[in-house]
């Protein structure tokens, strides 16, 4: 996955040049993100959040792209993910021995129904009622259906869904995702924090096999914000998550994307980001802003 990160070299060195310090790097299958600013400087950075996370941003890109039938492929892979921390964190505060989730898990990794049954059943017990997300309707060609029903019509169907159909389902898994993910962290603090230094072990290993070394952490920055909590969420709707992805992307590198229909950039928005992309423009490449207007429009 191709991923843009400010660099720490530069900020270290106080060589903020412009869009010089951002970074263009590509992202290992374990997390970490190799790249290389416009000085010439080769981070290799660590990345804090959960696999799910950056998958939804991923879907969230494509959506942003016009790509709805990927978006929703990509943000169903987000719900699974999801629900696998769901089900070791839980397995682990019960006292599974070591190893125990691993051998489990890998006897359904390749299913994902039976992926979502673990999830259901350790959801039950967790919270002693049964979880509703995957039963919630959506709107389809006029007509009601589940999310489980829609998903399997992209997924294993070939169905090409339509901007809203996708927009629905990426602002259903949204709202589900962000509750999972609060809940979830404040209910077990200590599992998750093991489970996750796990996780960033196995990037460092990873790295060195490549003969690489992370020398920096990144964390934030994603639509679903894992690491604050709910009373450091910056997005709290799939919509306020379009804009300032879409914000990122423009800022960085003048993409044009597509936003939803009825979220529009109020013109306070418009202008912070006009504020931000000529700060950091240097002087003989200076934006010129009725272009850069025409395009947030």
Not at 38 to 62: M, N, R, S, T, Y
Not at 111 to 116: D, G, L, M, N, V
Not at 134 to 144: C, L, P, Y
């Amino acid at each position: 996955m191709r991923i843009s990160v400010w660099c720490p070299k530069c900020d270290l060195t106080n060589e903020v040049l412009a869009d010089a310090s951002w970074a263009a790097g590509e992202m290992h299958e374990s997390g970490y993100v190799k790249a290389q600013c416009k000085l010439g400087h080769a981070p290799v950075l660590g990345v804090q959040e959960p696999k799910f996370v950056l998958l939804f941003d991923i879907g969230a890109c494509a959506y942003l792209d016009g790509y709805y039938r990927e978006a929703v492929g990509t943000m169903n892979t987000a719900i699974e993910r999801a629900c696998e921390l769901f089900v070791q964190v839980v397995s682990e505060t019960r006292g599974t021995p070591v190893g125990g989730f691993d051998r489990f898990w890998a006897a359904v990794k390749n299913r994902s129904e039976a992926q979502i049954g673990a999830f259901l059943l350790a959801y039950l017990y967790e919270h002693g009622i049964a979880c509703g997300f995957f039963e919630k309707e959506i709107s389809v060609r006029g007509k009601r259906a589940s999310i489980t029903s829609f998903r399997n019509r992209v997924v294993h169907q070939g169905y090409i869904p339509s901007q809203a159909e996708a927009y629905e389902f990426g602002e259903s898994t949204h709202h589900w995702l962000t509750d999972l993910s609060v809940t979830l962290q404040a209910a077990h603090p200590e599992s998750v924090r093991r489970i996750q230094e796990e996780y960033w072990a196995l990037q460092l290993e990873a790295a060195e096999k490549q003969r690489e070394k992370i020398t920096a952490w990144m964390s934030g920055g994603t639509i679903i914000e894992w690491a604050g909590g709910v009373e450091h969420m910056r997005c709290s709707t799939f919509s306020e998550g379009l804009l300032d992805l879409s914000d990122h992307r423009i800022w960085q590198t003048g993409l044009v994307d597509f936003l939803p229909p009825g979220v529009e950039r109020p013109q306070s928005h418009r202008d912070r980001l006009l504020r931000r992309m000529t700060a950091f423009s240097p002087g003989p490449r200076k934006r010129d802003r009725t272009t850069t207007q025409s395009r947030l429009n």
